[in-house]
């Protein structure tokens, strides 16, 4: 090389050397904000990444999951809507973290930091729950437990905020709670006391088994149907208003106030996404005699079974200006197994499976959400927030808002669907449901060989699979949290 130029090529080493990101300035910050709230230690992510060596030790594996786009766990399609606590990598964010690493990781100059950035929004804890007894997971690496905790309050109470302090962060996947009125208590009671240790396994929702309109035998509902006056045609149709159901459900000895027997839920927690607190002025009303369903999701992947006693925190209000409440949205045809509407039925063998549904401003599920929150007939329903439900064969699931005028509102479109990356999702800006608009929710499975769970310690062949409870099973739902205009 002529000497001449060596000055020259050293400046412009220096000079992209000083532009390279460093971790101090450029990297820390984005590890702090969206890796590190799982990736430390005793956490549920496998490797900490609290410091510049941590960091330095897992570089391959810290690049591997940027370019998979596999971490940090954002399963959203941001193309479907914005939402708030957003953890997702942004691209400026990639390009960052790809440049650092790209340059041999410099660590820059610790005074170059930026400040601390201000926590979400939190709020005062008016009651502290802990799980009523210690448990070791027993099932791995996924074990599905739910224990019951007496709600304490003796007057009427709202739910503002809730989140969880878990005991064991390293295996607790994610906790959903539910609420549980005085005359469905029992019935949980008597799961809990059937099975041995602290409380009983539940997987994709609180019960046991599955709901009371499930496993029946068709004579008998379409007795309870002709008893109850329901047209067949309304019954075979799915189209039952909240009234029909609740007279059915009599009739069959169940109760109509929770369709498919799922009660409702007043908050969840997964690791990394903050809990702020719930819409400002807005509550999910819980009555005296309740209980709380905690169901747990362990996971043992990377951590030895420990006993873990997690404590559910919540905040409350005597009033609020507007009550809320979870409404989930599904298919009756699916929870009955097609004894009223179409059963989900998802064929052994085929790839690529699909199912959906279509609920007006007059279903059961709004109706109901209305009569709950006291919303007159015509009157919109907000929406604040959305949240998808499948189980191990699911791959994607969306639901939107089909609004009067053609036009379309997405809520949440989850194109990658992981069981062990649930999540709920505040929307940046609430939508709408009004009168005469409709609520789809559509979800895709794959049971084809090359997707099964494993069971018992081998890959499960394929079989035609259907609604239910069971790990073997599959469900299709949509929660959002709704208040009044």
Known sequence: MDRRFAPLLFALTAACAAEAPTYYADAQPILEAKCATCHQAGDIGPFPLTTYDEVQSFAGAVRASIELGTMPPWKPDDACNDYDTNIDLTVDEKETLLAWLDADLPMGDPATAPETVDPPATFAVDFSLPLPEPYTPVREPDDHRCQLIEWPATETRYVTGLRVTPDQRAIVHHVIAFVVGPDQAQQYRDWDEAEEGPGYTCYGGPTAGGGPLADLDPAEVLAAAQAAGIPPADLL???????????????????????????????????????????????????????????????????????????????????????????????LGWITNGLVGEPMTIPAGVPEVSHSTTVSYDSIF????????????????????????????????????????????????????????????????????????????????????????????????????????????????????????
């Open 237 to 331: 149709g799915g189209n039952l208003t909240p009234e029909q159901l609740a007279a059915l459900m009599a009739e069959l000895g169940g109760d109509g106030a929770s369709p498919g027997g799922i009660p409702n839920t007043i908050g969840s927690w997964v690791p990394g996404v903050p809990n702020p607190p719930y819409p400002a002025g807005t509550g999910i009303r819980i009555e005296p005699g309740s209980l709380l369903v905690a169901q747990m999701h362990y996971n043992t992947s990377t951590s030895d079974p420990v006993a873990d006693q997690s404590v559910i925190e919540v905040a409350t209000a005597l009033t609020v200006e507007r009550e809320a409440m979870n409404m989930q949205v599904l298919d």
């Open 366 to 485: 709004v109706a109901r959400a209305r009569q709950t929150l006291g919303i007159p007939d015509g009157e919109p329903v907000v929406l604040h927030n959305a949240a998808h439900h499948m189980h191990e064969l699911g791959t994607s699931e969306r639901s939107e808002v089909r609004h009067a005028d053609g036009s379309t509102s997405c809520l949440l479109d989850i194109p990658d669907w992981d069981f062990n990356w649930q999540g709920s999702y505040t929307l940046a800006e609430p939508v709408i449901l009004g009168p005469d608009d409709e609520l789809w929710v559509g979800c895709t499975w794959d049971n084809s060989a090359a997707n099964q769970p494993i069971v018992d310690g081998e890959v499960r062949e394929p079989v035609d699979v259907a609604w239910g409870e069971g790990t073997a099973d599959e469900m299709c739902l949509a929660g959002f949290y709704a208040t009044s205009l």
